[in-house]
C-alpha cells in the first residue's frame, strides 16, 4: 500500500530565505506527483503536478523536482513570503484513480 | 478562474441524522471525487465518479455512503445515518480526466460535525 510521508512536520524560516520542502512515497509506481498548499480550515489550492516521466516543474517561485525510482519529490520555494506561511501537501497517483496523500509540511514565515 | 464550489461551508448535525453535502464542479470536467479530512490526519480519498457512476471507492465508503449527480451540475454525498465519527471536513475534487493525466482541482470543504 502506498504511504506518503513529508519531513520535516513544521519548518519556521525568516522572510526572504529559500526553502525545500520534502516528500517521499514507498511505491515508485506513481502516475503524478502533485503539490498542494492548504491554509487554515480552508481548502486545498493546487500548485504543481509533475507527470511521472517529467523531473521537475516550475510556477513562479516554485519549482517541484521528481525522483520517481527513488521516491523522492521536493518542493523548492524562492524567497519566501509571509504569504506562503501555510501546509504544503504532496499527493501522489498510482494505479487507481486517486490521490494518496502526505501527512504535510506547516510553514511559518516570520516577517 | 474556474472553481468547485462546495455548500454548506459547515454542517452540524446530530448522530443519526442523514446529510447531504453538496458540490459544483468545474464545467468541462468529467471525473469527480470526494475525499475527507479527519482534524489533524490526512486528506483520504473516499470515493471516484465517472460517466454517471462510481469509478473507485474506498473502505471508508460503506454502505452509509452514498454519491450521486442529479443533474448537469451538482455532484452529492449523502450520509445516510451520520456517526461521530464522520465529523471530519469533506472536500469535492473535479479533474478535466482521471487523476492519472490531469490536476485534480479541490473545493474549499465542508466542515460536518456530528453532535
Known amino acids: 500500500k502506498q504511504e506518503v510521508t513529508q519531513i520535516p512536520a513544521a519548518l519556521s524560516v525568516p522572510e526572504g530565505e529559500n526553502l525545500v520542502l520534502n516528500c517521499s512515497f514507498t511505491d515508485s509506481a506513481i502516475y503524478n506527483l502533485q503539490w498542494f498548499r492548504q491554509d487554515p480550515g480552508k481548502g486545498l489550492t493546487s500548485l504543481l503536478l509533475?507527470?511521472?516521466?517529467?523531473r521537475e516543474q516550475t510556477s513562479g517561485r516554485l519549482n517541484a523536482s521528481l525522483d520517481k525510482s527513488s521516491g523522492r519529490s521536493t518542493l523548492y520555494i524562492a524567497a519566501s513570503q509571509p504569504g506562503d506561511s501555510a501546509t504544503y501537501l504532496c499527493?501522489?497517483?498510482?494505479?487507481?484513480?486517486?490521490?494518496?496523500f502526505g501527512t504535510g509540511t506547516r510553514l511559518t514565515v516570520i516577517p | 478562474e474556474p472553481e468547485v464550489t462546495q455548500t454548506p461551508s459547515h454542517q452540524v448535525t446530530q448522530m443519526g441524522q442523514e446529510v447531504i453535502l453538496r458540490c459544483v464542479p468545474i464545467?468541462?470536467?468529467?471525473?469527480f471525487y470526494w475525499y475527507r479530512q479527519i482534524l489533524g490526519q490526512k486528506v483520504e480519498f473516499l470515493v471516484s465518479f465517472y460517466n454517471n457512476e462510481i469509478s473507485e471507492k474506498s473502505e471508508i465508503f460503506d454502505d452509509q455512503f452514498s454519491v450521486e449527480r442529479p443533474d448537469g451540475s451538482n455532484f452529492t454525498l449523502k450520509i445516510r445515518s451520520t456517526k461521530l465519527e464522520d465529523s471530519a471536513m469533506y472536500f469535492c475534487?473535479?479533474?478535466?480526466?482521471?487523476?492519472?493525466?490531469?490536476?485534480?482541482?479541490f473545493g474549499q470543504g465542508t466542515r460536518l460535525t456530528v453532535v
Open positions: 509533475i507527470q511521472s516521466s517529467q
Open positions: 499527493a501522489v497517483v498510482t494505479g487507481a484513480n486517486n490521490l494518496f
Open positions: 475534487a473535479s479533474s478535466q480526466q482521471g487523476a492519472t493525466n490531469t490536476e485534480a482541482f
Open positions: 464545467s468541462n470536467h468529467l471525473y
